[in-house]
């Protein structure tokens, strides 16, 4: 499908055509050859969950962030999706999760289609889930050719600081890559390893 591809191109075009102003926002070159990597072992790579792990631990060391997931919609049913790779974190503690369009973050961004972040990096103080060491967070959704195929979200960098604009630019751009990768399977998802 050509429309992951085109999204692609014009992620890349708006961090490349950009104002001096806006350059602080652009995507770093270290960012770009990880993207890189990533599109090269996605291309070795099939199933659900090996595409998806490759995407999110790529995702997540671009931005420097200790904790992601990667959420899927389902096959049959787009409204719903289900987080099927996780980094800085077991999978298992978050795989009989379902996500509902508009509920929480990731159906926020998946309903939305638009990146949902947060660049304050304050700690976070009394009641909180204990992984958690910051109020900081990115999502942004991986978009399909007509439809939403999941998203990215990732939070607390390392050193407890607050996520910057170019890092919603760079997850934008590994979620265009994810995109890509996802098209190019079958619904069914068969759980191959990489070849």
Not at 2 to 12: I, R, S, T
């Amino acid at each position: 499908s050509p429309a992951p591809f085109f999204h692609l191109v014009d992620v890349l075009t708006e961090t490349s055509n950009r104002p001096a102003a806006e350059a602080a926002a652009a995507v770093p070159p270290a960012v770009m050859r990880l993207h890189y990597r990533m599109l090269h072992r996605l291309a070795r790579v099939s199933g659900l969950l090996a595409v998806s792990d490759t995407i999110i631990r790529h995702a997540a060391v671009a931005v420097d962030a200790r904790l992601g997931a990667i959420a899927v919609t389902q096959p049959g049913d787009p409204g719903q999706a289900s987080i099927v790779a996780t980094f800085g974190y077991p999978r298992a503690l978050v795989e009989h999760v379902r996500i509902e369009p508009g509920a929480g973050v990731i159906g926020t961004v998946m309903r939305s289609r638009k990146p949902l972040y947060t660049t304050t990096g304050d700690r976070l103080t009394g009641a909180r889930r204990p992984r958690y060491h910051t109020s900081s967070f990115i999502a942004v959704p991986i978009l399909g050719d007509r439809e939403v195929l999941g998203a990215i979200c990732v939070t607390d960098r390392r050193g407890d600081q607050a996520f910057a604009r170019r890092d919603v630019a760079a997850l934008r751009l590994f979620a265009s890559g994810a995109a890509l990768a996802l098209e190019r399977h079958d619904p069914s998802w068969p759980d191959a390893q990489a070849v």
